[in-house]
């Protein structure tokens, strides 16, 4: 099976701008979460997908967004981008609640830089 | 609430000499637990789990962790380590609000 897959790997962008992340799951796997990680806080959840709803949600403000398509694939969007939105975003696949397995995979990541 | 702590920021060993990186869970319930590995510039890898079944848990590349419940604790392991194992390495607690909630991180060091 594919692993989970990011587009894009890199990304650099200005400061007010606005980006969109994209993350394909394993294949069979419902369940999206993605996640920030930086030095300073470490990896953070950022939100959670299931069929196409969002089932939790972490402690971001609202430019930060996601959604989630009837193929399981999901973008997350930051807009108005701040220098501290600099990161990692990682996603992770899972079956999804109630399947019996907690663990989640996750894809190499996107490296956003806003300048 | 449930959390994670790593009890070292920075562990460095020699090659061959055995790895201990150490984890702390708070869960007011039998939790899930997981080590997951991430190389510089890559994604993280999920190392091992456990879910209750057994108590001590064998995951890829020779590493494991046991399950102590009476010192909440989840260290992981290894006889001896690689140098490819220099990483660094989280731990990690499934919440009962259905999200991973991560420790700070240990890097390993494994020097020549």
């Known amino acids: 099976k594919a692993g989970v897959t990011q587009t894009p790997r890199y990304l650099i962008k200005t400061r007010g701008q606005q980006v969109t992340l994209s993350c394909s799951p394993i294949?069979?796997?419902?369940?999206v979460s993605w996640y920030q990680q930086t030095p300073g806080q470490g990896l953070q959840f950022l939100f959670e997908?299931?069929?196409?709803?969002?089932?939790n949600k972490g402690n971001f403000p609202g430019r930060f967004s996601g959604r989630q398509f009837s193929n399981s694939r999901s973008e997350m969007n930051v807009s108005t981008l701040e220098l501290g939105d600099s990161a990692l975003y990682l996603c992770?696949?899972?079956?999804?609640?109630?399947?019996?397995?907690?663990?989640?995979?996750f894809g190499p990541g996107t490296r956003l830089t806003v300048t | 609430a449930q959390s994670v702590t790593q009890l070292d920021s920075h562990v460095s060993v020699s090659e061959g000499t055995p790895v201990l990186l150490r984890c702390n869970y708070s869960?007011?319930?039998?939790?899930?637990l997981f080590w997951y590995v991430q190389h510089p510039n890559k994604g993280l890898q999920l190392l091992l789990k456990?879910?209750?079944?057994?108590?001590l848990v064998k995951g890829i590349n020779g590493f494991e962790a046991e399950f102590k419940k009476s010192e909440t604790s989840f260290h992981l392991t290894k006889p001896s380590a690689h140098m490819s194992d220099a990483a660094e390495y989280f731990c990690?607690?499934?919440?009962?609000?259905?999200?991973?909630?991560f420790g700070q991180g240990t890097t390993l060091q494994v020097k020549p």
């Open positions: 992770a696949s899972s079956l999804g609640p109630g399947q019996g397995s907690y663990e989640q995979y």
């Open positions: 294949s069979g796997h419902r369940s």
């Open positions: 997908y299931f069929s196409e709803t969002q089932r």
């Open positions: 869960s007011s319930y039998s939790p899930s």
């Open positions: 456990y879910t209750s079944a057994a108590t």
């Open positions: 990690v607690v499934y919440s009962n609000t259905g999200k991973l909630i």
